[in-house]
């Protein structure tokens, strides 16, 4: 298991008081703090959520920034680091070396005191929620209450869209498959969609300009519990075979059941599916019926610039 950033510090300190040299490198910290916790290489690549950095270099680089903050340790140049007097009496001490032992430092205090806590959006409320916790990061918990604000807005818009009008549903996929990239520019690359008596299919999205190839749609706005069966798939099989077309997409607002999704996954033609939580994450990703409020810009130290 990933230690959290405080349970890395003692180890931190221990390690770079044990250096010979008397100054380690980040990177050889990270790895020597790695094999302490014996982690597995699954552990030691497992990423943030974002996607960008692994989670034991995140929790190692916050470990260090609040030991700095601290007074424990010091950086003499680029990436490399050396305890001082105050982490060697730290170490000698014996007890958890945590947050809450930082605190008797005024210098840990103004630095904590400076951010601590984040404003978190919940539909038309507003709450504060603590940044400072004690088993994550600050990079991790900002990243989790991006995630919660997201979880919360694709709820939203998928109870919404439940709710709209048939030709309301009709447009709000032509935009999104547009967004999405689907049937390239122009009126006429989508059409027919939520108009009813056309063999089973609901609509039809051009890839190109001309027709040549289509994807044609099926699109259900269910409530939820009311799932999409495997006769529906079945259904919606038969009708791209009397098109001879060998795409089709199948929308709905609630699931699909194992049957149906099974069905699918067998029949010849390349049917994919999108339920109702994935219609939502689409819809989010591509601002259909959502829009951008903010921009946080999230910024790191520029090693290069203070190489000179």
């Not at 405080?6 to 044990?18: K, Y």
């Not at 939502?280 to 130290?301: D, P, V």
Request: charged share 25%; proline share 3%; hydrophobic share 35%.
């Amino acid at each position: 298991m990933i230690p959290n950033y405080q349970e890395i510090m003692r180890p931190f300190l221990h390690f770079l008081n044990s250096d010979q040299e008397n100054e380690s490198k980040l990177r050889d910290l990270i790895n020597q703090i790695s094999s302490h916790f014996g982690l597995s290489d699954e552990e030691k690549n497992e990423l943030l959520p974002s996607g960008k950095q692994r989670m034991i270099d995140n929790r190692v680089g916050w470990a260090r920034t609040y030991l700095l903050k601290a007074g424990l340790i010091d950086s003499p140049k680029r990436a490399h680091f050396v305890i001082t007097e105050r982490g060697k009496q730290a170490l000698s001490e014996n007890i958890e070396i945590n947050n809450e032992y930082l605190k008797q430092f005024d210098e840990f205090i103004a630095f904590k005191n400076k951010s601590n806590e984040i404003e978190v959006a919940d539909n038309n409320c507003h709450t504060q929620e603590p940044l400072d916790n004690d088993d994550i990061t600050p990079d991790e918990a900002l990243l989790k209450a991006y995630h919660r604000i997201n979880q919360a807005l694709e709820e939203e818009l998928l109870t919404r869209t439940r709710k709209v009008s048939p030709a309301f549903f009709e447009q709000l996929l032509i935009d999104l498959l547009m967004a999405m990239g689907y049937g390239g520019t122009g009126e006429s690359t989508a059409h027919a969609l939520g108009q009813s008596g056309d063999n089973g299919v609901d609509g039809v999205i051009n890839q190109d300009p001309l027709g040549v190839d289509q994807i044609y749609i099926q699109a259900k706005r269910y409530a939820a519990g009311n799932n999409v069966s495997s006769g529906d798939i079945r259904d919606f099989f038969g009708a791209l075979n009397l098109k001879r077309a060998q795409k089709g997409l199948f929308i709905t607002t609630s699931d699909f059941t194992a049957s149906a999704t099974s069905t699918a996954r067998d029949l010849g033609s390349r049917i994919v599916l999108i339920n109702g939580q994935q219609l939502a994450k689409l819809m989010l990703r591509y601002n259909i019926g959502s829009r951008n409020e903010q921009t946080l810009h999230l910024k790191k130290i520029d090693e290069e610039f203070f190489e000179g």
